[in-house]
């Protein structure tokens, strides 16, 4: 059975740059590698869907052009596919934060990934444990209802799946029933395994989408396979 629609992990972003949300160079080799991989195993498509973000739009550009399609591919921005707002989840956390440029000093700038990480798990525990809803425009809840909102508003087509361009917050949350993840840590620890330009495949299936496959990561090797 043909794949409906293909959740797309954007390429790699820039971490610790002045502004994140922007491919690396490598990010941009790993989309182009993508559509590579998707103009040899796909037909044709159906659809294009992004999300806003500016990594995932870049992404879905380089991949679609390695594909051989112009510019011109009709495409839906769709918000349900942007990450969770890490920035935010963050600031909520160490609340001296709110200030950007204390926020710069502590965090983007010259943090090490390794402390930032440490950083970033705490902070997103605490976002997931249900016990501090009210702080965050975003609760957990509402994080998994969009994505679950999105995902139904998908229309399989004919001529071949609906690209999906996204992130892995949101490709694990989609997921995370046929995964049996239930609780926030599990579909987390999907999530920050979900490799950059990485294929994941619904299918058709009775009531709904079927998970074909998860973090499909094979075209990719050497310096194109990264996680974040």
């Known amino acids: 059975m043909e794949p409906s629609v293909l959740l797309l992990r954007h390429g790699q972003a820039s971490f610790g740059a002045a502004d994140y949300d922007v491919l690396s160079g490598t990010g941009l080799r790993q989309a182009a590698r ?7 195993r796909v037909p044709g498509i159906s659809a294009v869907v992004s999300g806003t973000m500016r990594r995932q739009r870049e992404t879905a550009d380089a991949c679609l052009h390695a594909m051989g ?3 011109d591919v009709p495409r ?3 918000p349900a596919w942007n990450e969770f707002d890490h920035v935010e989840v963050l600031r909520v956390y160490e609340p001296r934060w709110a200030d950007q440029a204390a926020f710069d000093a502590s965090v983007d700038v010259g943090t090490s990934v390794e402390a930032f990480d440490r950083l970033f798990l705490a902070a ?8 501090n809803d009210g702080e965050y425009l975003e609760p957990w809840p509402a994080f998994l209802g969009r994505v679950d909102a999105g995902l139904k508003r998908i ?3 004919a001529s071949g799946p609906v690209l999906v361009f996204t992130s892995g917050g949101p490709i694990a949350a989609a997921c995370r029933k046929p995964l049996g993840a239930k609780q926030p840590s599990e579909v987390l620890s999907h999530a920050f395994r979900v490799a950059n330009a990485s294929i994941t495949a619904f299918e058709n299936g009775e009531g709904g989408f079927a998970l074909a496959s998860f973090n499909d990561h094979a075209h990719l090797s050497g310096a194109l396979l990264t996680f974040r």
Do not use: I, K, Q
Not at 34 to 40: D, S, V
Not at 124 to 131: F, H, I, L, N, P
């Open 34 to 40: 993508l559509g590579e991989e998707l103009r040899a």
């Open 69 to 71: 399609l112009g510019p």
């Open 76 to 78: 839906v921005f769709d």
């Open 124 to 131: 997103v525990a605490r976002w997931t444990s249900g016990e």
């Open 155 to 157: 229309s399989p087509g």
